[in-house]
T-cell receptor, first 115, second 114 residues
């Protein structure tokens, strides 16, 4: 079984400041890793994913995440946040075996960008 | 436009009543899922279906039922046996790409008890 720990339930940050949202996972098998974003009263949108290859993955809106196998982490970072980044962010993990339908989510981190 | 449509957006349930949440997708995805989201709890899997006429229980299936008669549709019924149904319900679907299932989500239905 897999588990995901998002270490901060809420992160306030000033506009144009950098931010890091932390995610650690536990798994006995190899995994795929995902970050989803949820704006108020909306569904989840896939932000970025790590499947294989380069451990640094990027999204189109300036977020990046780095897979660290030794520390079992997949932290999300952005060098300069905007008001529009205010949302809840979920880290998720899936076993990398073929045919797996299981996706385990963390409890989420609410990012609040302060003007 | 391709996507996942959940309806209604808001739903109210009376005591002892069953209610059904709709989820339709036109993405030609094989698999569909239902999650429950409570504040500070993340998402918990209720049921999922890999193919038509087949579905499996997730972590919190008690008090819920589903059907999968068509590839495009995966309705969720919240029965009167579910004593704490107030939550935000999210439907997702996924396609297999190179052995990997990538899940995409609908906009959700917020269920409240009257």
């Amino acid at each position: 079984a897999q588990s995901v720990t998002q270490l901060d339930s809420q992160v306030p940050v000033f506009e144009e400041a950098p931010v890091e949202l932390r995610c650690n996972y536990s798994s006995s098998v190899s995994v795929y890793l995902f970050w989803y974003v949820q704006y108020p009263n909306q569904g989840l949108q896939l932000l970025l994913k790590y499947l294989s290859g380069s451990t640094l993955v990027e999204s189109i809106n300036g977020f990046e995440a780095e897979f660290n196998k030794s520390q079992t982490s997949f932290h999300l970072r952005k060098p300069s946040v905007h008001i529009s980044d205010t949302a809840e962010y979920f880290c998720a993990v899936s076993p990398s075996g073929a045919g797996s339908y299981q996706l385990t989510f963390g409890k989420g981190t609410k990012l609040s960008v302060i003007p | 436009d391709g996507g996942i449509t959940q309806s209604p957006k808001y739903l109210f349930r009376k005591e002892g009543q069953n209610v059904t949440l709709s989820c339709e997708q036109n993405l030609n995805h094989d698999a569909m899922y239902w999650y429950r989201q409570d504040p500070g709890q993340g998402l918990r899997l209720i049921y999922y279906s890999q193919i038509v006429n087949d579905f499996q229980k997730g972590d919190i299936a008690e008090g819920y039922s589903v059907s999968r008669e068509k590839k495009e549709s995966f309705p969720l019924t919240v029965t009167s046996a579910q004593k704490n149904p107030t939550a935000f319900y999210l439907c997702a679907s996924s396609f297999r790409q190179g052995g990997i299932n990538i899940q995409y989500f609908g906009a959700g239905t917020r269920l409240s008890v009257l």
